[in-house]
């Protein structure tokens, strides 16, 4: 299977903590992107990284992308309670015609 | 700017009914897929149009899973007969891009599935 597999299954963190979620993938990819779905809600895009980056930041999220490690973490700095909901990430594969998900990382920031 | 909508937000039913989801995309935006999530899983693609034809159904069940995009804008999801197994998270999602998944995609708030 191409789908990503997100590393921890679950994180509990006090606020004011940084979080970070790993994500390891299969196949050559054309770009990755993370998603956040808080409960009974839909997908939200938090950032997209191609596959000639390595770092890239969008206010307190930082990913990073190692394709040599079929690899990228999210990283989330002062965590707020607001922050509690599952990441997840998604991988765009090269050649395929889908965008992969994979299994989620719960993050609870514990107020 | 108005976000991807669906509805109903919640349906249980009994095994071997039928049951239909409705999204209506963000104006404008050309590609719509529609994404099953069973409960602690990620999504997983059902199928994807692009305008009003079908990209890719290849993840489609189509002994019980039908899909259309009506003059290229909103889309229905139907369900017949259900089984146990479709309990799950409907997602539909738009995307202003052509080319498949070179941008962000939008989601809706998803319709919950309960098969009894």
């Known amino acids: 299977s191409q789908q990503g597999e997100e590393d921890p299954q679950a994180l509990s963190i006090q606020e004011g903590e940084n979080a970070t979620m790993n994500c390891s993938y299969k196949?050559?990819?054309?770009?990755l992107q993370w998603y956040r779905q808080n409960s009974g809600r839909g997908l939200v895009h938090l950032i997209l990284i191609r596959s000639n980056e390595r770092e890239k930041h969008s206010g307190r999220l930082r990913v990073t992308l190692d394709t040599s490690k079929k690899s990228s973490s999210l990283l989330i700095t002062a965590s707020r309670a607001a922050d509690t909901a599952s990441y997840f990430c998604?991988?765009?594969?090269?050649?395929?015609?889908?965008?992969?998900f994979g299994t989620g990382t719960r993050l609870t920031v514990i107020p | 700017e108005a976000g991807v909508a669906q509805s109903p937000r919640y349906k249980i039913i009994e095994k071997r009914q039928s049951v239909a989801f409705w999204c209506n995309p963000i104006s404008g935006h050309a590609t719509l897929y529609w994404y099953q999530q069973i409960l602690g899983q990620g999504p997983k693609l059902l199928i994807q149009?692009?305008?009003?034809?079908?990209?890719?159904d290849s993840q489609l069940p189509k002994d019980r899973f039908s899909a259309e995009r009506l003059k290229g804008v909103d889309s229905t999801l139907k369900i017949q007969p259900a089984k146990l197994e479709d309990s799950a998270v409907y997602l539909c999602a738009s995307s202003p891009a052509l080319r498949q998944f070179n941008e962000k995609l939008f989601f809706g708030s998803g319709t919950q599935l309960s098969v009894l």
């Open positions: 998604a991988t765009d594969a090269a050649g395929a015609n889908n965008l992969f």
């Open positions: 196949t050559s990819i054309n770009n």
């Open positions: 149009f692009q305008n009003n034809g079908v990209v890719d």
